[in-house]
């Protein structure tokens, strides 16, 4: 398999920008055809940023899983489509062929179909990184039921919350996952979540841990018992076959929530022909990803990376692609070193956390690997710094590999701003150039268009590109509100980004209260709520601080009715609050006890005093005359953390 539509040199990549500028329709037509379609589209694109309304390919019928699977069989069927790294490097590892990934996904449609999951219908799965995982999401995409993955980090409240938002009828679980050196029981996470639910009907098993779990008669099933009776289903004379659905280019394929400034986490949906187009598009481009390469994202299926980089691009190139189930540090911190050496890795794609938290650990870990399958690096998820690029530029990519700073989010979909490896030069620290078909500009507070080069302003997008979000599900007027309404006729991504004289850009981070901790998105409000349920908790206000390995951290201010004993006991039960109404992943790094908080005379919490005073800087804190209780505010340096 050969790429159409990968760019090759610098030269083509300036010709596919202007072309996508001048015509986009034109642009993304010529790339759609490098898919299988069961029917072209009729209109290539209708839109506009004020409902919003995105429609890409209109017309046109397809099922993702031909193009991520069916397509490639004739010619790559004994070709690894995944190969699974499992949390114990002592486990047999599994390579899944195409061929087997074909059948799997046949076999796991007909157990969705014989538990009575349609087309359109919401199917939660909260898993750890297993093949059954892929096998689930592509499950679901081949009949057309919108699948909706949540991190193995959520809490049951998150969980319960989602099903609700989602109107989620049918679950797939595990008993439970491996991580490094626990067994995170994830089937009683779930029993959690479903007390007092009335909707979910069917909740399947995948046995991986084999952690006793209570099986409810009639709701719970094994995954092991369902594929086995569906196999038979799906084979007709040694053929396997499990029709797919025909879907519409904008049938939802799935849902994925993410946090946002305000309120509880909204669902994203990105929809079918689009959201495949683009992914493949960038991964083959970004990556420069050639047939036999195997591809190694080291996030989780749960993000939206291991979603569009994990398995719907690659798979949609025909690409190998790693799915590792443990965690950088365990047994040791060589772990990612051990397994790009084990399967002669060519291209690996990882979060600036974890370079940094890799780098702590000292060089000691990567000496005795060889590394020399290495040809591209990547970093998703946050800025990274220049030490933390160093270092993986030298120590990593021996410094011959490119490496691409790929900045992108949940609601795109895709990497937009990115060099592309080794065809457009890196420059450390910055994401650089968009990618064709993207049209990023600058605005001021009030929206105006800041021109030019060497400038910073608030990151918005022009036009659209094929995987932008549709909108946020159940709730149509919340997308327009968070996305299309700060700034009139243009998507605004919440970011910041400095232009340097070349045009290069380099996100500076978010301008809204959004947090983003170790490369997970986190809301102040959504961590502030958390913390208020918790007895005794007066109020709360939450700020993000410079954390070495994790980019930001949590810093929490609390006013306590009276704290009962020890204030680090006390620290201990809000953690454990936190820990159940959102999950392990938002506990505050630091939690500082307040009499008062900063705020104006309307009642507004100043949070430019609260960041500055979190990240160390007692001076210059501004004008804060306007404050109901200056005083306060010398209280709160005086208890700083
Ligand atoms: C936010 C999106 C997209 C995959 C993972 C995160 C930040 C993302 C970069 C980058 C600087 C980055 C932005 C963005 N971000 N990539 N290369 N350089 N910042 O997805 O959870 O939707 O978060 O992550 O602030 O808005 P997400």
């Known amino acids: 398999m050969s790429y159409p539509y990968q760019i090759k040199s610098a030269a083509q990549y300036q010709d596919a920008y202007k072309k996508s500028k001048e015509d986009p329709e034109g642009f993304w037509s010529e790339v759609a055809e490098g898919f299988y379609w069961r029917k072209k589209w ?47 490097p002592e486990e047999r590892t599994r390579v899944v062929t195409y061929n087997r990934l074909h059948k799997r996904v046949c076999q796991f449609a007909q157990v969705l179909k014989n538990n009575g999951v349609k087309k359109g219908d919401r199917v939660c799965i909260y898993m750890g990184m297993v093949p059954e995982l892929a096998y689930a999401v592509l499950g679901c995409a081949r009949i057309g039921a919108i699948h909706s993955v949540i991190f193995g980090g959520f809490s049951a409240q998150s969980i319960a919350d989602r099903l609700y938002d989602a109107n989620a009828e049918f679950i797939v679980t595990c008993d439970g996952a491996y991580r490094g050196n626990k067994d995170i029981p994830l089937k009683s996470v779930i029993d959690d979540a479903l007390i007092g639910n009335r909707t979910v009907k069917k909740v399947i098993v995948y046995t991986r841990t084999r952690t006793p779990v209570s099986m409810i008669k009639g709701r719970d099933v094994w995954w092991e018992d369902e594929m086995e009776h569906a196999e038979h289903q799906v084979e007709q004379e040694g053929k396997v076959t499990f029709p797919a659905e025909e879907m519409d280019a904008e049938d939802p394929l799935f849902i994925l929530y993410t946090s946002g400034s305000t309120g509880k986490p909204k669902g994203v949906v990105h929809s079918c022909a689009g959201y495949m187009v683009y992914t493949a598009y960038s991964f083959v481009n970004v990556f420069q990803y050639e047939p036999g390469d195997i591809h190694f994202c080291t996030a989780d299926i749960g993000w939206i990376t291991g979603h569009s980089y994990i398995l719907y691009g690659p798979l949609a190139a025909g690409a190998t692609t790693m799915m590792f189930e443990g965690i950088p540090t365990w047994p040791d911190a060589g772990r990612f070193w051990d397994i790009i050496d084990k399967y002669k890795v060519n291209i690996l794609y990882t979060a600036p956390t974890a370079i940094r938290s890799l780098m702590g650990f000292g060089l000691g870990h990567v000496h005795g690997h060889k590394l020399d399958s290495l040809k591209v690096l990547g970093t998703v998820g946050e800025p990274i710094n220049q030490e933390a690029w160093n270092w993986y530029d030298e120590n990593i990519g021996k410094g011959k590999c490119p490496i691409v700073d790929t900045w992108w989010q949940t609601e795109t979909g895709g990497i937009l701003i990115s060099n592309m490896a080794g065809i457009t030069p890196a420059k450390a620290t910055y994401a650089t150039l968009p990618l064709p078909g993207v049209d990023p500009m600058l605005v001021d507070e009030n929206g105006k268009e800041i021109e030019g080069n060497n400038v910073s302003g608030n990151l918005c997008i ?7 979000i549709r909108t946020t599900y159940g709730d149509h007027e919340r997308c327009r509100l968070n996305y299309f309404s700060a700034y009139p006729e243009l998507y605004f991504t919440g970011d910041g980004a400095y232009r340097d004289e070349e045009g290069n850009y380099r996100i500076t981070g978010r301008v809204d209260d959004v947090l983003n901790v170790s490369g997970h998105r986190l809301g102040t409000a959504e961590v502030e709520n958390a913390i208020n349920m918790h007895a005794g908790v007066v109020e709360s206000a939450v700020v993000g601080y410079p954390h070495d390995i994790k980019g930001q951290g949590v810093y929490a201010y609390v006013i306590f009715e009276h704290v009962h004993g020890d204030e680090n006991l006390t620290r201990q039960d809000i953690l454990q609050t936190v820990t159940r109404v959102i999950g392990p992943i938002a506990k505050p790094d630091k939690i500082q006890f307040v ?35 200056p005083g306060v505010v010398d209280e709160i340096k005086k208890g700083k953390l």
């Not at 022009?462 to 932008?468: E, N």
């Open 42 to 88: 009729d209109k290539v694109l209708d839109w506009n940023f004020s409902e919003p309304k995105t429609e890409w390919f209109k017309g046109a019928k397809l099922n993702i899983t031909e193009n991520c699977i069916d397509r490639h069989l004739e010619k790559m069927g004994d070709k690894p489509a995944i190969i699974w790294e499992p949390n114990n």
């Open 462 to 468: 022009r036009h659209p590109w094929p995987s932008i």
């Open 595 to 629: 009499p008062g908080l900063p705020k104006t005379r309307s009642g507004k919490i100043m949070r430019r005093i609260l960041r500055k005073i979190a990240e160390g800087e007692m001076e210059n804190l501004g004008d804060t005359s306007t404050l109901l209780d």
